[in-house]
Structures are given as C-alpha cells and as structure tokens.
C-alpha cells in the first residue's frame, strides 16, 4: 500500500496502517458500547419472543385473558429460553405467524441465547459480533472487483463507521447476517467468474489501481469447487431473507450479459448453484405458500407503486444516511427542530454526497473493464427498481444497493486520493474521504448515547421512555392495555422499560378487564377506543390523559 501520498496530508503525518487501526477500532467500539441503550424495539422483542419458543397466539390466549401478571413473569416467559419449548417450535412460530422470515438468524439467536443469556446486550451482541466480518468480506469483495489493496481498505474504513452499519450491528434481527452473507455471495461470484488474462495481452487502458499492473490477472480456472461453495452460500442467504432472492437475480443478470447471452459453461454453473440452492430452500418455499394468507394478514403481499416520487424521496434520504445520519426521529440535524438554516445545511449536505455518489458511479463506468462496472449497476438498479416497484423502499431491504454505493465511493476516493498523480487535487480529495469519515463518527457517537432512534419504530416506541418513566414513579401501578397479536410486540416491548415488580393486566376483550383493588395508581397503556368505552361508560371509571396531548399513549384511570 502506498502511504505517502496520505503522509503529506491533513492527517499530521500519521502512517496510514496506524490511521485504519484507530477508525477500525472506532468501529469496533460504537458496536459493542451502549448496547442496551437504545430502547428494545417492538421487532426485537418479538426476535425474544420466537427464540422462547412461543408464538403471540399462545401468548394472547394464555396471558391476555383479564389476569393480571407481573412484568418479570411476562418476560420470563416469552423472552426467555423455555424448558418445554424447543428450537423446534422457533420454527414452528415463524413458519406459522411469520413465514416471511425464513428461520436462519432466530435458531443461531436461539443457541445464542442458550450459551450467552437473554439480556438485551447479550441477545444484540449476536449482530454485533456478525458485523465485525463486514470487514474481510467487502475487502475480498473489492480485491476480487478491482484488483487492489487501497481500494478495500478504504471500504473497510468507510464501513467500520458507517451509521448504517453501526446502527444494524446493534439491531437484534437478522440484518447484520444478510449484509455478510451478500458480500461473501458476490466475493464468491467473482471467484467462480475469474479469468486467466490471455498471455501476452496488451494493458488497458482503464485506470489501473495497482501498482505493478494494470490488467486483470486471475490464476483461477474453471472450479467446481466454488460453484458448490457458492451454491451453499446462496442457501444460506436464502434461509437469512427472502430479500436475497433480489441478490440471485442480479447475479444471474450479470453471469448473461457478461457471458454474452449465451449457453455457456460459466452460464450452466451459475444455473445449477441457483438450482441446487432453491432445491435447498425448497422446505420454507413449502411453508410460504401454505402459509400466504398470514403474510397478507402481518405484513401485506407485494404491490405495484403508482408513485414513484413518493419512493425517490425516502432513497435519497437513505442514500444520505449511509454517512451522515439526519432522520427526522434522530440525527445530526433533526427535521423535527428544523428552521430555514438547519434545512439549507441539510440540503447542502444531502445535495454534495449526492453529487459524489453520481461522479463515483460516472467514474466507474468511465475507467473501469466491463465486468467491474456492470456487477456494481447490476446490483443497484435490480434493488432499487424491484423496491421502488412494490413500495418497499426501505433501509433494511436496500443491502445490496447500500453496499455498491460504498463500493463506488470506495472506488472514487482510491482513484482520486490514492492513485491521482497531481498532488493538489489528491490532497483535496484526501480532506474528503477524511469528512465521509468524519461524519460518519459524529453520527456514530450521537447515535451511541441515544435511547430512541429511526431503526427503533418510532410509531411504537417513540413515547416509551418517557410513559415508563411515569409510571415506574408510582408506588404500586397497574397498567391496563388491551389488544390481541398486534399488541404483543408493543406490551414486550414497553415492559423492558418498567420495573419487574410492576402488574400488566392485559386483555383481549374490553369486558375481560375487571380491575382489583391493592393498587395506588392504574394506568391505560395505548388504550383503544373499546376499552376507553368500556371503563368509562360501562364500568363508569374517569379516564385522565398523562401523557401524551394530541398523540395520548398512557391515561389514568380513577373511580
């Protein structure tokens, strides 16, 4: 790696392999520190709920019945590991509540927990711990692209830090295991797909990243061996989230074009590995169409969007947030206090990472070979179109879109900071790869010492803290709420916030709520209006808002 052209920079002269280190330890740190900070999001808990082994029908129809039980009892049970629950009923649950999310990540949680305990940072630790082979992965995803050593690195710095990776890193769903698994799948890809360069061949003229050549030379020939290892990889994605279906189809794409539409051997290879995988994944494919009607029923099936403006608007603000962090629920410029300054900011800054992200994908289409360019479009645009098409535009699903984009930037900042001969315009470019990383851990150590954020579901847990607090203040509170499935995500949620002493009496049906007396203070947690009516109308109680006005999430209930 050549370090001199970073040395007479604006880093003091600090080397550049001590320079990785310290950001690479930065990374490491904003994973691990605070994990149980941030509130335990509606999702996560129900993560809990699938590792214990019970389903939120059996916990509606044991514990949702009028009785009041304490909020220790409720998390022993259903966000715990159960004795007379096996890994078994894990998959029985997501297969029969949610068979959209194939079982993968929830069994290895499952074991996880087993080994580790089912704290909120140890059940987080997980992703965190699976996040830390980002690393190698996009390294070897960028010396197999591009054939260089400085262009890995700066992507390994660029996503040590990275608010989006930190973010997922600390998320205890199975993103963190889709983003590894598709680095290694494209890693495993371009093996399979490398080529011995003809004996003899002339340079090209692309620009050349490494030093001592600027063709693309491979050793590797024709493998069985890594088409089977990519087969399983694939599987193994397949297993982690529906979503890498997106990722085979990109793949396929791109093994057609670059084999030139036609029937070859590379073309058979790819074809058999995708084959054997949905062979493999034939079992949960079984599971999804028996079990269709309750994917409509949680989550809706995939529609066409007639809009598509309204998807290019919340692209653009990921597309930002994968190095600056400024969402409205928390950020470095927060929408929800903004004034005509801190908008024009945003704009500015929103506006020049943009225009980089377009030069970095010109760049790359205008100086690289055919088949780096063409796998980095391939991925973005088969992404981006498929979600933009069904309305799903949105920061867990973009993966394979995210990652590319760091690779183009990565690709950007190696051309013009690493390789660029005029010494000017690369220390320029230098000082902007240093305020990508910058901003980068301003984000990271904002978000590190807050308790609610964009990836926690503000619609469900934005008042939370502030709810608990009120009610942990009470002497001997009860807490009322009513609902069936889609409050159990909600209530385990909210309960991580309370004391283990506090009583939740939870209920299916208004009239199932008959309140006992021994209790100083009686609250109504996200009461609906049936229950509302009921106690007020029917059982004749008053009802005060707390807390919150125009958006009421807990009331007190009086006789």
């Known amino acids: 790696m050549n370090s001199k052209s970073i040395q007479n920079g604006p880093v003091h002269r600090i080397s550049l392999k001590i320079l990785i280190v310290l950001i690479l330890i930065t990374g490491i740190f904003f994973r691990f520190t605070n994990l149980d900070r941030k509130v335990y999001s509606f999702d996560e808990s129900i993560t809990s709920l699938r590792i214990s082994g019970y389903t939120w029908t059996e916990m509606v129809q044991q514990d949702f019945q009028g009785k009041t039980i304490s909020v220790e009892d409720l998390q022993q049970k259903y966000q715990h590991i159960n004795p007379e629950k096996s890994w078994l009923d894990t998959i029985k649950g997501l297969a029969t509540e949610e068979p959209q999310l194939p079982p993968l990540y929830f069994l290895l949680a499952r074991f996880w927990v087993q080994l580790f305990g089912p704290q909120v940072a140890t059940v987080r630790s997980l992703s965190a711990w699976m996040s830390l082979l980002v690393f190698p992965s996009i390294y070897w995803l960028c010396w197999e692209l591009f054939r260089s050593a400085p262009a890995g690195w700066i992507a390994v710095i660029i996503t040590a830090v990275s608010p989006f990776h930190v973010l997922y890193a600390q998320e205890a769903r199975p993103y963190m295991m889709f983003v590894v698994l598709v680095l290694l799948s494209n890693a495993i890809l371009l093996r399979a797909l490398a080529k011995p360069a003809p004996t003899g061949a002339a340079p090209t003229k692309k620009i050349a990243l490494q030093n001592n050549s600027s063709t693309f030379k491979s050793t590797s020939k024709f493998s069985k061996a890594v088409w089977f290892i990519y087969a399983i990889g694939i599987t193994l994605g397949l297993y982690c989230s529906l979503l890498f279906l997106l990722v085979i189809f990109a793949h396929g794409i791109y093994?057609?074009?670059?084999?030139?539409?036609?029937?070859?051997?590379?073309?058979?290879?790819?074809?058999?590995?995708?084959?054997?995988?949905?062979?493999?994944?034939?079992?949960?494919?079984?599971?999804?169409?028996?079990?269709?009607?309750?994917?409509?029923?949680?989550?809706?099936l995939p529609h066409i969007s007639r809009s598509l403006i309204s998807s290019l608007k919340p692209l653009i603000l990921i597309t930002c947030r994968i190095f600056i962090d400024t969402h409205w629920a928390g950020g470095i410029l927060k929408l929800g206090s903004s004034s005509i300054a801190t908008d024009l900011i945003r704009l500015v800054v929103a506006s020049i990472l943009l225009l980089a992200i377009a030069h970095s994908i010109y760049l790359l289409?205008?100086?690289?070979?055919?088949?780096?360019?063409?796998?980095?479009?391939?991925?973005?645009?088969?992404?981006?179109?498929?979600?933009?098409?069904?309305?799903?535009?949105?920061?867990?699903?973009?993966?394979?879109?995210?990652?590319?984009?760091?690779?183009?930037?990565?690709?950007?900042?190696?051309?013009k900071s690493v390789v660029a001969t005029n010494s000017r315009k690369k220390k320029l470019w230098q000082l902007g790869l240093i305020a990508i990383i910058s901003s980068e851990i301003i984000s990271?150590?904002?978000?590190?010492?807050?308790?609610?954020?964009?990836?926690?579901?503000?619609?469900?847990?934005?008042?939370?803290?502030a709810v608990a607090s009120i009610v942990n203040q009470a002497k001997k509170p009860l807490v009322i709420s009513h609902g069936?499935?889609?409050?159990?995500?909600?209530?385990?949620?909210?309960?991580?916030?309370?004391?283990?002493?506090?009583?939740?009496?939870?209920?299916?049906?208004?009239?199932?709520?008959?309140i006992p007396d021994g209790f100083s203070d009686v609250f109504l947690y996200r009461a609906t209006e049936a229950l509302k009516f009921e106690l007020e109308k029917v059982q004749k109680y008053k009802i005060t808002p707390i807390y919150k006005l125009g958006d009421v999430w807990l009331w007190r209930l009086e006789k």
């Not at 790819?270 to 999804?288: D, G, M, Q, R």
């Not at 308790?451 to 934005?462: A, G, H, I, V």
């Not at 909600?490 to 008959?514: H, W």
């Open 255 to 300: 093994v057609i074009i670059t084999e030139k539409w036609q029937i070859s051997k590379t073309l058979i290879a790819y074809l058999l590995a995708s084959a054997v995988a949905i062979i493999l994944f034939t079992p949960w494919i079984w599971v999804l169409i028996n079990n269709s009607s309750k994917i409509e029923a949680t989550v809706g």
């Open 365 to 415: 289409c205008h100086s690289t070979p055919k088949r780096v360019w063409l796998f980095v479009l391939t991925a973005i645009g088969i992404t981006t179109i498929a979600l933009i098409a069904v309305g799903g535009v949105a920061d867990r699903y973009l993966v394979p879109y995210i990652l590319e984009i760091q690779l183009a930037i990565s690709y950007l900042f190696t051309v």
């Open 444 to 465: 990271c150590s904002v978000n590190s010492q807050s308790q609610l954020w964009w990836n926690k579901y503000p619609s469900s847990t934005k008042y939370n803290p």
């Open 484 to 514: 069936g499935n889609n409050l159990t995500g909600k209530i385990l949620s909210f309960s991580y916030l309370l004391k283990p002493e506090i009583q939740l009496l939870l209920a299916v049906k208004p009239e199932q709520v008959k």
